[in-house]
T-cell receptor, first 109, second 116 residues
């Protein structure tokens, strides 16, 4: 299956700044899942988006699914040091998930 | 809920040796996935099972790799013979039904394999 493209690959921010990562596909997606992997840890599910134009919030995290269902974004407001890690989006391919290469976020206090 | 359990956590072996990674999925999950993570390639899907049956092994890099799921509570990923380029973190994940809001992928802690 075709991999989704994530940008940027790396992002460094000062604590309190906002952060956004983007996930892009050349084909229409049935849904998109987002995961977070802390340094040295394993990916942990954050959320799934299914509907065109869908927006979901989890505290300081805002997830969006594009109107054409070809892109998605994760925005973190006022980053904290606990937000450090790699954020992955995953697209469904049959009954499996194919992940992008992720965006690694580092935060300095 | 014990989560997905992988063993060993770390494996260091010499080139040419056989390596066996083990996974116990969450009870009641009918999908099991093996992923490999490297800096260059990110998280690659190697193979996955549904109800113990391999569904798609197109991600398995070479014939040196094989995976089995003899029952609902156990799976192995074997590399024989191992090569230095196999060094990576291997994750096992399970789910009840991929794509469902109620059933995301649950990952184990991974096995960090180093082949010298």
């Amino acid at each position: 299956g075709q991999q989704v493209m994530q940008i940027p690959q790396y992002q460094h921010v000062q604590e309190g700044e906002d952060f956004t990562t983007y996930c892009n596909s050349s084909t229409t997606l049935s849904n998109i899942q987002w995961y977070k992997q802390r340094p040295g840890g394993h990916p942990v599910f954050l959320i799934q988006l299914v509907k065109s134009g869908e927006v979901k919030k989890q505290k300081r995290l805002t997830f969006q699914f594009g109107e054409a269902k070809k892109n998605s974004s994760l925005h973190i407001t006022a980053t904290q040091t606990t937000d450090v890690g790699t954020y992955f989006c995953g697209r469904q391919a049959g009954t499996a998930l194919i992940f992008g290469k992720g965006t690694t976020l580092s935060v300095s206090s | 809920d014990a989560g997905v359990i992988q063993s060993p956590r770390h494996e260091v072996t010499e080139m040419g040796q056989e390596v066996t990674l083990r996974c116990k999925p969450i009870s009641g999950h009918d999908y099991l996935f093996w992923y490999r993570q490297t800096m260059m390639r990110g998280l690659e899907l190697l193979i996955y099972f549904n109800n113990n049956v391999p569904i798609d092994d197109s991600g398995m890099p070479e014939d040196r790799f094989s995976a089995k799921m003899p029952n609902a509570s156990f799976s192995t990923l074997k590399i024989q013979p191992s090569e230095p380029r196999d060094s990576a973190v291997y994750f096992c994940a399970s789910s009840r039904n991929t794509g469902s809001f109620d059933s995301p992928l649950h990952f184990g802690n991974g096995t960090r394999l180093t082949v010298t």
